[in-house]
């Protein structure tokens, strides 16, 4: 398998690389490689220049506003948005609602609101996890019940990511109470204004406000709002877990920030010297670097496979993916608190004095939290545990 890129390839590649570095805001790129949080407004501006440019849901049907792009073009384009610290398209309007829409709703839902998503004129989230149904989801409780031409939805659900920014909010609801408990849900789009509904945010191990609890009292949503057929929700469900995981491996990211670490490496003080002096933490670097390499290439081997007309079956490969490159994402972060050593403490438990560390080194308060809110990466799009299980399956026949 001849795994370079063609020149074709290389001009697409260079063409995604000049537009992300000039078009998209430097500021808010800066706080995408500090690990800081982005605002509502960073993320709609950044969305909206790419999908001026066309870019924002490439891989949706042309009719949609995607692009008709190989499987490396998406590799290559996913790959230059992390290594130029631009922010993905929402993932929940671009990744997971808009793919089950296009694919299982109406013509009437698709052009009410599959160009608002690409837009993020609207903002999506997922009423998926619920205090008692995470991993075995299909254990979900959240009722629908019909009344004439609404539904009344009672529940919860929780880790409810952004929903504090949502206008909309997709869910799975169970429908039939005697069913088989996959064969009982429904997927309904629920408008997040609709009275009954109370999001309460949870603060996450860094303190950040970025997942929420969301309650559901007798909320009244209209029939029309069922994508598909109802009791046939766990199957898109299936469909969207799938889109979920596309590109988990985040290559890129990992390579932006181990660029990252080498910069400041040479700029952090440590001794008579700096911190890239040290050859232990040289050769932690290079580990990193050499088994992230090694990831690249079977991405590029699961994204050649993805291209053939033979292909039509999820690679159990992209299990190898999620779990190694959670796996590295979670190690570039922890080097990046080795390098800030004892300034990676939040600024009021340094002490007096105790941050006299020369100009352009404020990126150190982003070190613990980066670090601490990574460790949802081995556990979001399927645990890695979840994930040794598929490859015991599909790739060891065990």
Known sequence: MDLRFTDEEIAFRDEVRTFCRTEIPAEIRRKVSEGRSLTKDDYVTSQRILNAKGWAVPHWPQEWGGRD???????IYTEELFQAAVPLPQQFNCYMFGPVLATFGRQDQKERFLPR???LDDWWCQGFSEPGAGSDLASLKTKAVRDGDHYVVDGQ?????????????????????EAKKQRGISFLLIDMKTPGITVRPILTLEGRHEVN?????SVRVPVENLVGEENRGWDYAKFLLANERTGIARIGL???????IKRLAREMPAGSGTMWDDPAFRTRVAEVEIELK??????????AKQGRADSVEPDPASSLLKIRGSQLQQAATELLVELAGPFALAAPARGAGANNLPGGFDWVDAAAPSYFNNRKVSIYGGSNEIQHN????????L
């Open 213 to 217: 609890e969301v309650f559901f009292d």
């Open 254 to 260: 990992t390579k932006e920030r181990i660029a990252r």
């Open 69 to 75: 792009w190989t499987p490396i073009q998406r590799y």
């Open 157 to 177: 659900k929780t880790w409810t990511t952004l929903g504090q920014h949502a206008d909309w909010i997709f869910c799975l609801v169970r429908t039939d109470f």
């Open 117 to 119: 998503a690409a837009n």
């Open 390 to 397: 598929v490859i015991a399956k599909g790739i060891l026949g």
């Open 294 to 303: 090694a990831l690249e290439i079977t991405q590029m081997r699961v994204a």
